[in-house]
C-alpha cells in the first residue's frame, strides 16, 4: 500500500516534486492533494508544459477541482 501525501504549494519545487514521485516513486508513494492558491485548470498547464524540464511524459488533464495525472487523481484545494 502507497503511502499518501499532499503536496503544499504547486510553484517549481512542488510540480517537481510530484513529477519525481510519479517517475520514481510509483507504487511506494501516492500524491492524493494539493494546496496551491492557483486553479486546477492553471495547475495542470503547468505540470504537462515545463519550460526547463520539458513537457510530463504522461497524461495531464484537468477537472473542476481536481488535476488527473496519468489516470490518478489528485485533489486541488
Given at each position: 500500500?502507497?503511502?499518501?501525501?499532499?503536496i503544499?504549494?504547486?510553484?517549481?519545487?512542488?510540480?517537481?516534486?510530484?513529477?519525481?514521485?510519479?517517475?520514481?516513486?510509483?507504487?511506494?508513494?501516492?500524491?492524493?492533494a494539493?494546496?496551491?492558491?492557483?486553479?486546477?485548470?492553471?495547475?495542470?498547464?503547468?505540470?504537462?508544459?515545463?519550460?526547463?524540464?520539458?513537457?510530463?511524459?504522461?497524461?495531464?488533464?484537468?477537472?473542476?477541482?481536481?488535476?488527473?495525472?496519468?489516470?490518478?487523481?489528485?485533489?486541488?484545494?
Amino acid at each position: 500500500m502507497a503511502t499518501k501525501l499532499g503536496i503544499n504549494g504547486f510553484g517549481r519545487m512542488g510540480r517537481l516534486s510530484l513529477r519525481a514521485i510519479n517517475q520514481y516513486h510509483q507504487g511506494k508513494l501516492e500524491v492524493v492533494a494539493i494546496n496551491d492558491l492557483t486553479d486546477a485548470r492553471t495547475n495542470a498547464h503547468l505540470l504537462k508544459w515545463d519550460s526547463t524540464y520539458g513537457p510530463y511524459p504522461g497524461e495531464v488533464k484537468a477537472a473542476e477541482d481536481s488535476i488527473v495525472v496519468d489516470g490518478k487523481k489528485v485533489k486541488v484545494f
